[in-house]
């Protein structure tokens, strides 16, 4: 019997059919092997009573030996016709009977279907909240880095100014330097007045 494999013939994978499987209580699949296997197991116990019966009714016409080959060679032959026709069945089963087509909804979740329009207006009213927030905070965010950006250049003028900038014959970054020194020197003072 072929197996199911989408890959080698065309059906798809057993785990695909988890819609048919709650809705049956079981796969294609599964019911499919249960029905080969059932009907397996009579033709060969049909085919073990019959050899039993045939070496019963005609001892003698067929040593034991013969009559096992000839059941395993009838055996074969009916495992192949069996095969060949489980093929055709599965396919047929799998693809036309126990599928339930892409657009159909059962009853039990037809209720997922049902959203109610005040909650998807809610939903969307929430998005959009959120998308103007979100624009309202970049627009924020954009006005700051230019004042940033205006006032990273008034201070760099500043600076730039600065050290052109001349008192008593200093720069302005060299009095700086003489102002912290001597703030220095009349904090230890105060500090220690010895």
């Known amino acids: 019997m072929m197996e199911s494999n989408s890959d080698e013939d065309g059906l798809q994978n057993p785990a695909d059919f988890e819609y048919e499987a709650q809705h049956f209580g079981f796969t294609p699949i599964f019911f499919v092997n249960g029905l080969y296997n059932s009907v397996c197991d009579l033709y060969r116990e049909a085919l073990e009573a019959f050899c039993r019966s045939c070496a019963e009714e005609y001892p003698g016409v067929m040593t034991e030996e013969e009559l096992k080959m000839a ?38 979740d037809s209720c ?21 927030a ?12 230019k004042e940033k950006k205006k006032l990273h250049e008034s201070l760099q003028d500043i600076l730039n100014g600065m050290k052109e900038l001349k008192v008593n014959g200093k720069t302005a970054t060299e009095a700086k330097d003489y102002i912290s020194y001597c703030s220095d020197i009349l904090s230890r003072a105060v500090e220690d007045p010895s």
Do not use: R
């Open 134 to 145: 979100v624009k309202y905070a970049n627009l924020k965010l954009q006005e700051s880095i």
């Open 71 to 108: 059941k395993i060679t009838v055996g074969k032959k009916i495992d192949s016709d069996i095969d060949l026709v489980f093929d055709k069945l599965e396919l047929s089963l799998v693809s036309d009977v126990f599928t339930i087509p892409e657009n159909i909804v059962l009853p039990e």
């Open 112 to 132: 997922q279907l049902e959203v109610p329009s005040t909650q998807i207006d809610e939903e969307l009213q929430k998005c959009k909240d959120k998308i103007l």
